[in-house]
């Protein structure tokens, strides 16, 4: 069965630093999701991707986080300048056309920033 | 008012017990409703998706989605000790891109 694929699985790195997130979403699909999940806390939205642009963000994606499709397959998530509250699980999600609009998650990437 | 309440538990239950798990809503926007599972450390994992009101089974799972008290619930039969997981409620809108809001999860201990 298609999954959501997400590397790396844990990334550590230090504040000020610059972190890339990869994802490949499920092949055919068109729209494409970031999440994060704080520990103990919900997994909230961060951004929607859809026709190679931005389609919505929410108020925790600020300049320094930028998302890109570089090639047919991956889609990636970049913090320029890492914080110690971006420490989280970050999710990836992908959904076919319109229709059944469920989103399917990757694993997560869990990022600690100290 | 938070936009998607749920009950953080944890619910402990034994085997075979029948579950129930809900959360409540105030966005009368939200169409798209759906359950996920999650387990420790991992991604959520869809369970059942439901669009607007009504009910939707599957093997031992039950969706219902009553709009108009803004209430949805899922249904465990038979409950398994491999079901204790966190369980996920999330919804979006009819409209956009489907930003998907989620709830808390409810966590679930379902003991032999």
């Known amino acids: 069965e298609p999954e959501v694929t997400q590397t790396p699985s844990h990334q550590v790195t230090q504040m000020g630093q610059e972190v890339i997130l990869r994802c490949v979403p499920i092949?055919?699909?068109?729209?494409f999701y970031w999440y994060r999940q704080i520990l103990g806390q919900k997994v909230e939205f961060l951004v929607s991707f859809y026709n190679n642009e931005i389609s919505e963000k929410s108020e925790i994606f600020d300049d320094q986080f930028s998302v890109e499709r570089p090639d047919g397959s991956n889609f990636t998530l970049k913090i320029r300048s890492t914080k110690l509250e971006d420490s989280a699980m970050y999710f990836c999600?992908?959904?076919?056309?319109?229709?059944?609009?469920?989103?399917?998650f990757g694993p997560g990437t869990r990022l600690l920033v100290l | 008012q938070k936009e998607v309440e749920q009950d953080p538990g944890p619910l402990s239950v034994p085997e075979g017990a029948i579950v129930s798990l809900n959360c409540t809503y105030s966005?009368?926007?939200?169409?798209?409703f759906m359950w996920y599972r999650q387990y420790s450390r991992k991604g959520p994992e869809l369970l059942m998706y439901t669009y607007s009101s009504g009910n939707k089974e599957d093997g031992r799972f039950t969706a219902q989605v009553d709009k108009s008290s803004k209430y949805i619930s899922l249904f465990i039969r038979d409950s398994q000790p491999s079901d204790s997981a966190t369980y996920l409620c999330?919804?979006?809108?009819?409209?956009?891109?489907?930003?998907?809001?989620f709830g808390t999860g409810t966590r679930l201990l379902v003991s032999p």
């Open positions: 999600a992908s959904r076919d056309r319109g229709g059944q609009e469920t989103q399917y």
């Open positions: 999330a919804m979006g809108p009819n409209t956009g891109f489907q930003k998907l809001v």
């Open positions: 966005n009368s926007a939200f169409q798209y």
């Open positions: 092949s055919n699909h068109l729209y």
